[in-house]
T-cell receptor, first 112, second 114 residues
Framework: KAGVTQTPRYLIKTRGQQVTLSCSPI?????VSWYQQTPGQGLQFLFE???????NKGNFPGRFSGRQFSNSRSEMNVSTLELGDSALYLC???????????FGPGTRLLVL | AQSVTQLGSHVSVSEGALVLLRCNYS??????LFWYVQYPNQGLQLLLK??????LVKGINGFEAEFKKSETSFHLTKPSAHMRDAAEYFC????????????FGTGTLLAVQP
């Protein structure tokens, strides 16, 4: 089976712009979670989707949003980008809740 | 609330030496515990997980971890380090229930000296 794929792998944006990141889970996986990784804050949970419904949300401002489609693919959007949003954004998928999560390679976002 | 503390942000060992990476957790309910590894410019790969079956958990690449409730610890060990083990290691805890949310420690960067 193909692993979790994330597109794009690298992205450069300027402050104030918005960005959309995409995640394709492993075939058959219905749960997708997103994490932000920065040198200062480490790995932080953004949100989790299961069968197109947001099941859990981390402590991030409303500029961060996401959705999941019927084929389980997920997107996250960050509006009005700030310099501090520069990070590696990781997506993870699993069959269901409490199942092993498999991570994608991440999208590295640089905000200038 | 759950939390994880990893002692030692950098650990250096010689090739062939014992690897010991420390993780302590805090949880008001029985947790699930995980160790992930991250190689440069890659995502996270699961090494092993504890879900309350056996307290000694064996993972991939020769790693294992022991769940010690009395010490609230879940330390990762490997008897003999290889150069390819050089990477960053993350301990994580999740809450049992209707969520996959993982709470990660701050990571330990393992260097393996020849």
């Amino acid at each position: 089976k193909a692993g979790v794929t994330q597109t794009p792998r690298y992205l450069i944006k300027t402050r104030g712009q918005q960005v959309t990141l995409s995640c394709s889970p492993i075939s058959g996986h219905r749960s997708v979670s997103w994490y932000q990784q920065t040198p200062g804050q480490g790995l932080q949970f953004l949100f989790e989707y299961f069968s197109e419904t947001q099941r859990n949300k981390g402590n991030f401002p409303g500029r961060f949003s996401g959705r999941q489609f019927s084929n389980s693919r997920s997107e996250m959007n960050v509006s009005t980008l700030e310099l501090g949003d520069s990070a590696l954004y990781l997506c993870a998928s699993s069959l269901d809740q409490q199942e092993t999560q498999y991570f994608g390679p991440g999208t590295r976002l640089l905000v200038l | 609330a759950q939390s994880v503390t990893q002692l030692g942000s950098h650990v250096s060992v010689s090739e062939g030496a014992l690897v010991l990476l420390r993780c302590n957790y805090s949880s008001s309910v029985p947790p699930y515990l995980f160790w992930y590894v991250q190689y440069p410019n890659q995502g996270l790969q699961l090494l092993l997980k504890y879900t309350s079956a056996a307290t000694l958990v064996k993972g991939i690449n020769g790693f294992e971890a022991e769940f010690k409730k009395s010490e609230t610890s879940f330390h990762l060990t490997k008897p003999s380090a290889h150069m390819r083990d050089a990477a960053e290691y993350f301990c994580a805890v999740s809450v049992r229930g209707a969520t996959n949310k993982l709470i990660f420690g701050t990571g330990t960067l393992l260097a393996v000296q020849p």
